[in-house]
């Protein structure tokens, strides 16, 4: 393989369709309901009068991809990994897939539990990403809170860190390997809705909607596919303290051939600029496979 995708929103789409038509074989690896996009109304983008369905343009823009030989995995990559000069992306039902050059396109996580006691205790215990903190609660009782192959991934990790891991998931939609490598590795998979997160100067316990509670340190509010940043970090890219991902003109980040585009790489978060961004990482990355340099 020449070029693995990471993300099947516009970005990653645009990437797809130029990386195919540059003769790059390509796999484009993700969920399109894991996109900002999915169930969004469009209506600032060009050449589309009025309100569009987000959901419809993804799916017209797979079916382009496709059709100039992009192959699609729908999974979410839960680990990344570099292999001398190549890159190998680890899928939620462990699929490994390995290429010359990755363009990473899945966007930033964004979301939020929206619970009481989540903002107020953000940098207090409560965390968006088990990867970035996990050393800091070495030997403590944590959560990690989330229904999907993130959620999954990141109670595993703490397994080796903290001394006891709850898995919070009301509606589990990891694959049934992420589930069980989260057991095996001593998760305890608590089946309730997080009614708010409690504490003093910093986080003490969870409160449940039928209002039982556990004692924790750390809370881990997990939500969704691992984002681009997170798995830049496995390929020895580091994200910016805001996690975006510094690229240059050419969507080139810091690591050879690693290439992103989209929201990951900062403001303004429109459309236009992610389809931009993709067209010049899918020419680039297919431009490096055969030892040119796109401008």
Known sequence: MDVIIIGVGPAGLQAAIH??????STTMIGKTEDSAMHGAHVENYFGIEGRTDGSDILKRG??????FGAEHIRENVTAMERSGD???ATTENDTRIEA???ILASGISRKKLNVPGEKEYFGKGVSYCAACDCNFYKGKRV???????????SAELMTSYASHVFWITKDT??????IRKAKDAGAEIISEEVKEIMGKEKVTKIMFSDSSMINVEGVFIELGARSSSDLAMDIDVMPNTDGT???NERCETPVKGVYACGD??????????????????????AAYIKGDRVV
């Open 245 to 247: 991902i510094s690229v």
């Open 264 to 285: 990951v790489t900062g403001r303004p978060w429109q459309i236009a600029k992610a389809v931009g961004q993709g067209a010049v990482a899918g020419m680039n990355a």
């Open 62 to 67: 797979l079916t382009q991809a496709a059709s």
């Open 100 to 102: 010359k050059a990755v």
């Open 19 to 24: 990386a195919a038509r540059g003769k790059a």
């Open 173 to 178: 939609k990891a694959s049934d390997i992420m």
């Open 86 to 88: 190549s890159f190998i």
């Open 143 to 153: 959560a990690v809170i989330g229904d999907d192959s993130e959620a999954a991934a």
